[in-house]
């Protein structure tokens, strides 16, 4: 059987604006050309698949239940603009939070590349022909982890990082480069 090949996707700062701990769906603000950069990769034929860490819900800022209504309202609106999400996987955990069912040290909190894995058995994706994206060392790290490509958006409106991008294989300003980019690799 063929395998699939997936963008796996940070969400904060990547799809949506950056937020600390958000915790509403009426926090929700897509970024400029993320919509347009997630419906390119499905038309070339990309799984997407975010995978984000919400240590807020260890922390005691927000529950999953409230997670799973942020969720929803992402997926709704990316669905009327015709760039679905194939899944969201997220981890909960945070070796120093306060609640108690979450104060762990797992597996799937990014970098470590448990919710890559998961994804790829459950898909059947291969992670060699995936790419990670985000906007972070630890979205970089996970890509390399699991065996992806990974693309690190740069923050235009941060100062100058010092070239510093973590290794990345390729950086861009948006997902609408990133998937231009790949997409042009391909041919």
Same mark, same amino acid.
């Given at each position: 059987? *063929? ?32 919509? !347009? ?11 997407? $698949? ?7 819900? #260890?922390?005691? %800022? ?15 609106? &990316?669905?009327? !603009?015709?760039? +679905? ?8 955990? %945070?070796? +120093?939070?306060?609640? !108690? ?21 459950? %898909? ?19 890509? *390399? +982890? ?6 690190? $958006? ?9 070239? &510093?991008?973590?290794? #990345? ?16 690799? *391909?041919?």
């Amino acid at each position: 059987m *063929k395998k699939n090949k997936a963008v796996f996707l940070d969400r904060d700062g990547t799809i949506v604006a950056h937020i600390p701990y958000l915790n509403s769906p009426r926090q929700l603000k897509l970024l400029p050309h993320a919509v !347009e950069g997630i419906r390119l990769f499905k038309e070339h034929g990309y799984l997407v $698949i975010v995978v984000t860490n919400q240590s807020g819900i #260890a922390r005691g %800022y927000f529950d999953e239940e409230s997670l799973m209504q942020i969720h929803d309202k992402l997926k709704k609106i &990316l669905t009327q !603009e015709k760039a +679905e999400v194939d899944d969201i996987y997220y981890c909960p955990h %945070y070796a +120093e939070g306060i609640v !108690e069912q979450y104060k762990v040290h797992c597996e799937c909190r990014k970098p470590r590349p448990k919710m890559l894995f998961d994804a790829a058995k459950q %898909y059947n994706i291969d992670l060699s022909q995936s790419i990670m994206i985000g906007d972070s060392q630890v979205d970089v790290l996970v890509g *390399k +982890e699991a065996g992806c490509k990974s693309i690190f $958006i740069r923050d235009a409106n941060q100062v100058s990082n010092g070239g &510093l991008h973590f290794g #990345a294989d390729y950086v861009v300003k948006d997902l609408l480069e990133a998937a231009l980019l790949v997409i042009e690799k *391909k041919k």
